[in-house]
């Protein structure tokens, strides 16, 4: 029952009441990431959501504008303190997670959730996908999820891949709980941040 219907009202009601939270960023840091580094004040990227279905997702920019795309050995998101392609803001934005803020109307719009696996990139079609990698999508994607409340960027995408599909199968309103306080901790821990 929670899956079905719980999980989408639980994510309409935190949207809502994140909304001012996520405006009031958008006052503080908005001027901050265009003076920084003139452009846009978003990044709005192509995500692949549930089922295969692709949507813009919206955050903070962060990086500097036309910056290359860097990815680890194992096609993940490449992650570290000193990536010269993150503005000072930038820096800032991605240690407390403020950057994942604008994800918040992509919940309440109906393409992520709160919780749930994060969503890759569209580089390769849905129906090309490994079964690990379709049945993590099963379910919207989230703006945090497990393997970002236990282990953030310290496990192989194989892992994560793994990791979320257990999440699927296990999703109950006691383990999002679970995940959201995790989530937390390791936020204000800074653990896991970068690959070791």
């Known amino acids: 029952m929670y899956k079905r219907f719980g999980k989408r009202l639980v994510d309409i009601i935190i949207g809502l009441f994140a909304l001012p939270v996520v405006f009031l960023f958008l006052i503080i840091c908005g001027p901050i990431i265009y003076f920084t580094d003139k452009g846009p004040i978003f990044y709005n990227a192509k995500r692949v959501g549930k089922n295969g279905k692709i949507f813009t997702m919206y955050k903070f920019r962060s990086m500097r504008v036309n910056a290359p795309d860097i990815r680890n050995a194992d096609g993940s998101t490449y992650s570290s303190d000193n990536d010269p392609r993150v503005t000072r803001i930038g820096k800032i934005m991605r240690k407390t997670s403020i950057d994942e803020f ?84 390791s936020v204000l821990k800074r653990e896991n941040i970068n690959i070791p």
């Open 102 to 185: 604008p994800q918040f109307l992509n919940v309440l719009k109906g393409d992520m959730s709160v919780i749930g696996p994060r969503p890759n990139l569209p580089t390769v079609p849905f129906g090309e996908l490994s079964e690990l990698e379709q049945r993590r999508l099963a379910i919207r994607p989230g703006i945090t999820g497990y393997n970002q409340a236990y282990y953030r960027n310290s496990v192989s995408a194989i892992e994560k891949y793994k990791n979320d599909v257990f999440y699927v199968d296990n999703l109950t309103l006691l383990m999002d709980v679970r995940v959201l306080l995790h989530t937390v901790i």
